[in-house]
């Protein structure tokens, strides 16, 4: 590799950081194009390291700032983290649904037994 795409590798890590793994933007400061990144990703292993290990900074930078949010009283951050941090404590959204199993099999039917039966007026 060479010491000019070895910089540009280094420069785009530091980018990375600095945009909170927001590729688009830390590719335009590069200077590199979105596919050149990718194929570093690709060809790589330690870029792809560093590049992940930023992700985890991201995440933890976020989650930083939503520990904030809940501290300052927000009710929004404070549901969020339940739904997703709480679920095992039982703090989860639940949908039911209602499945009407009384519908007829019509896997064994023909294709005119079908055509038939759509052209019969509902009974509903």
Same mark, same amino acid.
């Given at each position: 590799?060479?010491?000019?795409?070895?910089?540009?590798?280094?420069?785009?890590?530091?980018?990375?950081?600095?945009?909170?793994?927001?590729?688009?933007?830390?590719?335009?400061?590069? =200077?590199?194009?979105?596919?050149?990144?990718?194929?570093?990703?690709?060809?790589?292993?330690?870029?792809?390291?560093?590049?992940?290990?930023?992700?985890?900074?991201?995440?933890?930078?976020?989650?930083?700032?939503?520990?904030?949010?809940?501290?300052? =009283?927000?009710?929004?951050?404070?549901?969020?983290?339940?739904?997703?941090?709480?679920?095992?404590? =039982?703090?989860?959204?639940?949908?039911?649904?209602?499945?009407?199993?009384?519908?007829?099999?019509?896997?064994?039917?023909?294709?005119?037994?079908?055509?038939?039966?759509?052209?019969?007026?509902?009974?509903?």
């Amino acid at each position: 590799m060479s010491q000019a795409t070895q910089q540009k590798k280094t420069k785009m890590i530091e980018a990375m950081c600095n945009c909170l793994g927001v590729v688009s933007d830390a590719c335009k400061i590069v =200077g590199i194009s979105r596919k050149t990144y990718y194929d570093w990703m690709k060809d790589d292993d330690d870029f792809r390291q560093s590049i992940n290990d930023i992700d985890e900074i991201a995440l933890d930078y976020a989650e930083t700032q939503l520990f904030k949010q809940i501290r300052e =009283g927000s009710t929004t951050a404070t549901i969020f983290f339940l739904k997703t941090k709480g679920r095992k404590r =039982g703090y989860i959204e639940r949908q039911e649904f209602a499945i009407d199993n009384t519908r007829p099999d019509l896997s064994q039917l023909s294709i005119d037994e079908i055509k038939q039966l759509l052209d019969e007026p509902s009974k509903e």
